[in-house]
């Protein structure tokens, strides 16, 4: 790490801190000047009308284990490490499969990221690896002895009915399909998904480490030609988040106590096979969510990995509304799945509710100033914190994934003045998805589009 990486992080941690310190100013510097009758809200609105109200002030603290873990991971771990610096030889690497899961819709677009990702491989050094493609179609994809491609037969079931690409991944894991020993290596990645210098660095250091079972690391969305500047913008929320709460989570506690994403997963065979795939339907919408508690649950460890794989955001808003009404489905059948014993799920439960009230917690605009209730200092602290962090991650997504080459001083301070004016928009949008989701056909797995040609997505 060198010390201008350590300068940058230290910027950001001293911009985050003057963020939070602003918005506490802002809630709690001001006189509290209230009519008197408001000291006694019950006699103004009723009692009923009160408890509601003061109901949906407290709604707004469910997101602050999830905001304070985004806090402590984005100052206390450092947000920009530069170069991974690899400490072996690819040479010692275990045998590394890197598989790619689709449903064969955009087969141009697979076979170019399959090229792409291959000659990343070869430029890093690694030797010890080949690239695997599970599509529910023929791709056709190029002779090579370093690539496999793995067509799913239509009449394939599991013995739980697992469907979509948990029933995919379970095939892999069919001994009559399985190239791996337990000591070997898969990574897992979405058809987009592009492999990187720095990340390969990292995944062999993890895989060599061997201290842990389960890995996984940063995605960024900006890094190429951007399809759609809005879903971009939005998705530096994710990008925080991966590496606030994601990296905390795993580099402090090595369990995912929040969960994780379906992309850029790391796992020994011996562990995959052991936790499986093969979850039934409460188990196929959010595959990946439901992995990693089941594998908490039978005492699994995981780890952060350094280094980012590049992905793109949503080419469309509806594709976003699509995206997340989709996870939030799969997070609430895996919350109350009964096959997951509830202490590995406290804090999933509580972020998932987070976002199921988000209709709730946005209506305090409207409600606070026409119904104004006796403040409490503590409470009117967190929502504040609580409101710090959250649009502070949609800042840092663009200053992680913009870089001032590239775009230049003034388009690089655009992108980090848009990143704050997408969030009135994007809330609607996530009210769009959640209030869709939760009354929503359930069990639906909604592929975002990829590609330039339409394709029916919906299975």
């Given at each position: 790490?060198t010390?201008?990486?350590?300068?940058?992080?230290?910027l950001?941690?001293?911009?985050?801190l003057?963020i939070?310190?602003?918005?506490e100013?802002?809630?709690l510097?001001?006189?509290?000047?209230?009519d008197?009758?408001?000291?006694?809200?019950w006699?103004?609105?009723?009692v009923?009308?009160?408890?509601?109200l003061?109901?949906?002030?407290?709604?707004?603290?469910?997101?602050?284990?999830?905001?304070?873990?985004n806090f402590?991971?984005m100052?206390?771990?450092?947000?920009?490490?530069?170069?991974?610096?690899?400490?072996?030889?690819?040479?010692?690497?275990p045998?590394?499969?890197?598989?790619?899961?689709?449903?064969?819709?955009?087969?141009q677009?697979?076979?170019?990221?399959?090229?792409?990702?291959?000659?990343?491989?070869?430029?890093?050094?690694?030797?010890?690896?080949?690239?695997?493609?599970?599509?529910?179609?023929?791709?056709?994809?190029?002779?090579?002895?370093?690539i496999?491609?793995l067509?799913?037969?239509?009449?394939?079931?599991?013995?739980?009915?697992?469907?979509?690409?948990?029933?995919?991944?379970?095939?892999?894991?069919?001994?009559?399909?399985?190239?791996?020993?337990?000591?070997?290596?898969?990574v897992?990645?979405?058809?987009?998904?592009?492999?990187?210098?720095?990340?390969?660095?990292?995944?062999?250091?993890?895989?060599?480490?061997g201290?842990?079972?389960?890995?996984?690391?940063?995605?960024?969305?900006?890094?190429?030609?951007?399809?759609?500047?809005?879903?971009?913008?939005?998705?530096?929320?994710?990008?925080?988040?991966?590496m606030?709460?994601?990296?905390f989570?795993?580099k402090m506690?090595?369990k995912?106590?929040?969960?994780?994403?379906?992309?850029?997963?790391?796992?020994?065979?011996?562990?995959?096979?052991?936790?499986?795939?093969?979850?039934?339907?409460?188990?196929s919408?959010?595959?990946?969510?439901?992995?990693?508690?089941?594998?908490?649950?039978?005492?699994?460890?995981?780890?952060?990995?350094?280094g980012?794989?590049?992905?793109?955001?949503?080419?469309?808003l509806?594709?976003?509304?699509?995206?997340?009404?989709?996870?939030?489905?799969g997070?609430?059948?895996?919350?109350?799945?009964?096959?997951?014993p509830?202490?590995c799920?406290?804090?999933?439960?509580?972020?998932?509710?987070?976002?199921?009230?988000?209709?709730?917690?946005?209506?305090?605009?409207?409600?606070?100033?026409l119904?104004p209730?006796?403040?409490?200092?503590?409470?009117?602290?967190?929502?504040s914190?609580?409101?710090?962090?959250?649009?502070?991650?949609?800042i840092?997504?663009?200053?992680?994934?913009f870089?001032?080459?590239?775009?230049?001083v003034?388009?690089?301070?655009?992108?980090?003045?848009?990143?704050?004016?997408?969030?009135?928009?994007?809330?609607?949008?996530?009210?769009?998805?959640?209030?869709?989701?939760?009354f929503?056909?359930?069990?639906?797995?909604?592929?975002?589009?990829?590609?330039?040609?339409?394709?029916?997505?919906?299975?």
């Amino acid at each position: 790490m060198t010390v201008h990486d350590k300068l940058k992080h230290a910027l950001h941690c001293c911009f985050f801190l003057f963020i939070i310190g602003l918005m506490e100013y802002l809630t709690l510097g001001k006189p509290n000047v209230v009519d008197s009758s408001y000291l006694r809200p019950w006699e103004k609105y009723g009692v009923f009308f009160t408890c509601v109200l003061y109901g949906l002030r407290f709604v707004t603290l469910l997101p602050l284990p999830q905001a304070t873990f985004n806090f402590v991971g984005m100052i206390f771990y450092n947000t920009f490490p530069g170069k991974v610096v690899l400490r072996s030889s690819p040479l010692l690497s275990p045998l590394i499969c890197v598989r790619v899961v689709t449903r064969g819709d955009y087969p141009q677009l697979v076979k170019d990221n399959v090229a792409r990702n291959m000659k990343t491989c070869l430029d890093t050094g690694l030797e010890n690896f080949y690239i695997e493609v599970v599509s529910d179609q023929p791709l056709n994809l190029p002779c090579n002895p370093r690539i496999r491609e793995l067509v799913v037969p239509e009449e394939y079931n599991t013995s739980s009915g697992a469907m979509y690409k948990a029933r995919a991944l379970q095939y892999c894991l069919e001994e009559k399909n399985n190239m791996l020993s337990d000591n070997d290596w898969i990574v897992h990645l979405d058809e987009e998904t592009l492999l990187t210098p720095n990340c390969l660095r990292g995944i062999l250091n993890f895989a060599l480490d061997g201290k842990y079972d389960i890995g996984q690391g940063l995605i960024t969305y900006a890094n190429e030609e951007i399809v759609n500047w809005f879903t971009t913008l939005a998705d530096g929320f994710r990008v925080a988040d991966d590496m606030g709460k994601l990296q905390f989570q795993f580099k402090m506690f090595h369990k995912p106590l929040f969960s994780f994403i379906g992309s850029y997963v790391v796992t020994q065979y011996g562990t995959e096979k052991a936790v499986s795939f093969d979850n039934g339907a409460d188990g196929s919408i959010a595959e990946d969510c439901f992995f990693a508690i089941k594998a908490f649950s039978e005492g699994y460890f995981f780890n952060f990995i350094e280094g980012e794989m590049w992905e793109k955001s949503p080419f469309t808003l509806k594709d976003l509304v699509q995206q997340r009404k989709r996870w939030l489905q799969g997070i609430l059948l895996v919350v109350h799945s009964k096959a997951l014993p509830w202490k590995c799920k406290i804090l999933l439960t509580l972020s998932c509710y987070a976002w199921v009230t988000i209709p709730l917690a946005v209506s305090n605009i409207i409600l606070v100033p026409l119904y104004p209730l006796p403040s409490f200092l503590v409470l009117d602290s967190l929502m504040s914190f609580v409101g710090a962090v959250n649009i502070y991650m949609f800042i840092f997504g663009a200053l992680k994934s913009f870089n001032l080459k590239r775009y230049g001083v003034f388009k690089y301070f655009l992108c980090l003045i848009g990143s704050v004016a997408v969030i009135p928009v994007n809330a609607l949008l996530e009210i769009t998805a959640v209030m869709w989701g939760y009354f929503g056909r359930k069990h639906v797995f909604y592929i975002v589009r990829k590609g330039t040609t339409p394709t029916e997505d919906v299975v």
